[in-house]
């Protein structure tokens, strides 16, 4: 989804393509799976998130 991209009607649109410019810039990154149930920040970010205008 990160490198493939999402339409732009997509509601995760704006948070993929954020994303994507990070991961274009020079710098090492590495993304790893980790439950939401194990990660509660970051799954409240993600949720706030969504109502974020780009």
Not at 11 to 19: A, E, F, G, N, T
Not at 20 to 43: I, K, M, S, T
């Amino acid at each position: 989804m990160i490198h493939s991209g999402v339409g732009i009607k997509h509601p995760l649109h704006c948070l993929v393509s954020s994303i994507g410019e990070l991961l274009q810039r020079d710098w090492r990154c590495e993304l790893r799976y980790v439950p939401r149930q194990r990660n509660f920040v970051a799954d409240h970010l993600a949720k706030r998130s969504l109502t974020l205008e780009c």
